[in-house]
């Protein structure tokens, strides 16, 4: 099974981005959007997982977050991936920064203590919105972040992080929550 350790934004967030997202959509070269029910913040990328090795995630995940308190975030800005050259992977950022980078060296210690691995690049706070299966020239960065830039800012409570198995089909990944930690403060 594909696995993952993420945030799930709340459904009017996730709404909001879909209505601006289509807004983009129209004015941009094509891409593949993220359907609105798919959005989320990785906090740590596991890959193909054995279903026996995924079985103690869920409790390290709860034992690793239960001392981390929830906290306001905003989804704010956005720009593209790679941070040079052509756009493959158009996205939005999610602030504040510490909280997000504490939680998400929680999940990688809860990976750890499962005795699983994960991706080891570096955490960066964001949504993907889309992926650009023919790269967009590098000179449609400037005008894609100016468009995410004057986005007003979305604000949610970031109070749990989810394990989450994904399943790769025709019609793009379909998500499966298989376990919730909630974090210190939440309702």
Sequence with gaps: MRLFVAVEPPEAVRREL?????ELADELPPARWVRPEAIHLTLAFLGEVEEAGAAPLGA????EL???AAFAAAVTGGGAFP???AVRVIWAG???EAPLARLAAGARRAVAAAGLACDPKPFRAHLTLARCPHPWPGARRGALVERLAAWS???FEIASASLVE???GTGGA?????ATARLRGSA
């Design 174 to 178: 379909r998500y499966e929550r298989r």
């Design 153 to 155: 800012p979305l604000a």
């Design 18 to 22: 879909a209505s601006r997202i289509a």
């Design 66 to 68: 239960e001392g981390l």
């Design 83 to 85: 941070p040079s050259g």
């Design 166 to 168: 994904s399943t790769l």
């Design 60 to 63: 390290a995940l709860e034992a």
């Design 94 to 96: 999610v602030e504040p």
